[in-house]
């Protein structure tokens, strides 16, 4: 066991939304250290979102909002280790984690796709996520199955 808990760093709200959950998304999507071009890529990718859903009557910052919510995972698989077979246990995922995981897929799905600019991409996968559809929506589903087909092994968790 360790000797004390390591501390939580402490994320500043972003510049233009004063939120949070916009700074985590922000350092996820930074290249090397470059947060100026993570922030103007992100304002970028929303300011794309409103002019793709012009009648939706929420701002782009809840429409975001709403598209990590739609591909946010509720449990997952973890391999687990018992009697020389390896079984794949399902298990609920901490807030903290679920957090992390969404913002990933939605920034990886994103850069997948084809298209000029990454605002151009992530408000694509944005869009999408919105709408229950794309990449990121697709890979919490399957893990959701994963999950499921693996229900009978639930008892080995740990």
């Known amino acids: 066991m360790r000797k004390a808990k390591p501390r939580k760093h402490v994320i500043l709200p972003d510049p233009v939304f ?22 103007e890529i992100f304002y970028e990718s929303l300011e794309k979102v409103k002019t793709k859903l012009p009648n939706e009557e929420m701002s782009a910052l809840e429409i975001w909002k709403k598209a990590l919510d739609n591909v946010t995972p509720q449990v997952e698989v973890k391999s687990r280790r018992i009697g020389g077979a390896t079984f794949q246990v399902p298990t609920e995922i901490r807030a903290d984690r679920k957090e992390s995981i969404s913002m990933k897929n939605l920034i990886s799905f994103a850069r997948k796709r084809g ?3 990454m605002s151009d991409k992530l408000s694509a ?18 893990m959701h199955r994963m999950a499921e087909a693996n229900r009978a092994f639930a008892h080995f968790r740990f």
Do not use: C, P, Q
């Not at 004063?18 to 922030?39: P, Q, R």
């Not at 996968?125 to 399957?142: L, M, P, Y």
């Open 18 to 39: 004063g939120d949070v959950a916009v700074t985590k998304f922000v350092n996820h999507l930074m290249y090397d250290g470059k947060k100026n071009t993570s922030f």
């Open 115 to 117: 298209g000029k600019s």
């Open 125 to 142: 996968e944005i869009v999408d996520a919105f709408n229950s559809t794309g990449g990121a929506f697709k890979r919490k589903e399957d």
